[in-house]
Nanobody, 121 residues
Framework: QVRLVESGGGLVQAGGSLRLSCAAS???????AGWYRQAPGKQRELVAT???????NYADSVKGRFTISRDSAKTRVYLQMNSLKPEDTAVYYC????????????????WGQGTQVTVSS
C-alpha cells in the first residue's frame, strides 16, 4: 500500500492561515488528488480537488479561502488555507482520486493519520 503523510496542521486563531502538505513516494498524484476533512461526529468531506491538467474544484464551504496545488514532480500536494474559521476545525487527509461516471472517489481504501487543524475564535 502507498503511504501518505500529511503535515502542516496546528492551532490558529480565526482569520489566520495554514499550509498543509501531503508527501508520497513516486508520482502518484499524476492524475487527480484531493484533500478531505473530518470533524468530530461528521462524515468525511471532500473539500478540494486537482486534476492532471491542474484544474481545481472546491466545496462551497471553503471556496475562495482554500487553494490546492501540486509540485512539478507530482509527489506532493498542498492545501493553502486562508481566512480560517472555527468550523474548519477537523482532521485533514489527502488521497489520490479516481474519476468515474461524473464523480471522484478515493483511490485507496485506507487513510493515514491526517493532520489536525484547530481554529479558535
Amino acid at each position: 500500500q502507498v503511504r501518505l503523510v500529511e503535515s502542516g496542521g496546528g492551532l490558529v486563531q480565526a482569520g489566520g492561515s495554514l499550509r498543509l502538505s501531503c508527501a508520497a513516494s513516486g508520482s502518484i498524484f499524476s492524475i487527480n488528488a484531493g484533500w478531505y476533512r473530518q470533524a468530530p461526529g461528521k462524515q468525511r468531506e471532500l473539500v478540494a480537488t486537482i486534476t492532471n491538467g491542474g484544474s481545481t474544484n472546491y466545496a462551497d464551504s471553503v471556496k475562495g479561502r482554500f487553494t490546492i496545488s501540486r509540485d512539478s514532480a507530482k509527489t506532493r500536494v498542498y492545501l493553502q488555507m486562508n481566512s480560517l474559521k472555527p468550523e474548519d476545525t477537523a482532521v485533514y487527509y489527502c488521497n489520490v482520486l479516481r474519476y468515474y461516471r461524473g464523480d471522484y472517489y478515493p483511490l485507496y481504501d485506507y487513510w493515514g493519520q491526517g493532520t489536525q487543524v484547530t481554529v479558535s475564535s
